[in-house]
């Protein structure tokens, strides 16, 4: 036990740690994060909402504690894995209470409905018209008169349903 505390310069200042050592944990680091990201599930980067962009950067940082030696290598994995539970809790309560959902997950807003352009949702999300128009012509639709629905997803993304 004592030669694998070693191993990894776990009691090591970060400075001290030879590039063995940091070699050692980056590849530990790595597969311990390849395990959290696949616990996590599969939402966790299709998504790209607010609330799965949070959970990336912090167990980015928290695992690169790890590998820098700036953490404990145990801890800090322990941690990342306690994020990825909260992770799929919070996703758990989204999907049984709507309400819930919207305010961690946010909600859709309609920025165009039968070819009606609305000016107020436009305004309250900061999308210009000239915004619009640039997706709509990205997803085919040459003006608003021709598309049906266009909507601004939770995920920040608009999709757009042609008339």
């Known amino acids: 036990m004592k030669t694998l505390y070693s191993l990894f310069g776990e009691g090591v200042e ?3 740690l030879t590039v063995g050592q940091v070699l050692l944990r980056a590849v530990v ?9 696949r616990f996590a599930n599969k939402r966790f980067f299709a998504r790209k909402t607010a609330f799965d962009i949070i ?6 940082s928290i695992m690169a ?13 322990v941690a990342g894995f306690a994020l990825a539970i909260l992770h799929r809790l919070l996703g758990y309560l989204a999907c049984r209470w ?11 807003q309609t920025l165009v409905e039968a070819g ?8 309250q999300h900061h999308i210009t018209n000239e915004d619009l128009l640039e997706e709509l ?3 085919g ?5 021709d598309a049906k629905f266009a909507i601004l997803e939770r995920s920040g993304e608009i999709s757009v349903v042609p008339k």
């Not at 639709?141 to 008169?145: G, M």
């Open 137 to 139: 012509r990205l997803k």
């Open 141 to 145: 639709v040459e003006r608003p008169a």
């Open 116 to 123: 009606n352009v609305h000016q107020r949702e436009m305004t």
């Open 14 to 16: 970060a400075q001290h």
């Open 65 to 77: 504690r790890a590998v820098n030696g700036s953490e404990q290598l145990i801890p800090t994995i």
């Open 55 to 60: 959970l990336g950067f912090i167990l980015g």
């Open 29 to 37: 680091v790595f597969f311990a994060t390849l395990i959290i990201v």
């Open 98 to 108: 709507k309400r819930f959902g919207d305010l961690i997950k946010g909600s859709t």
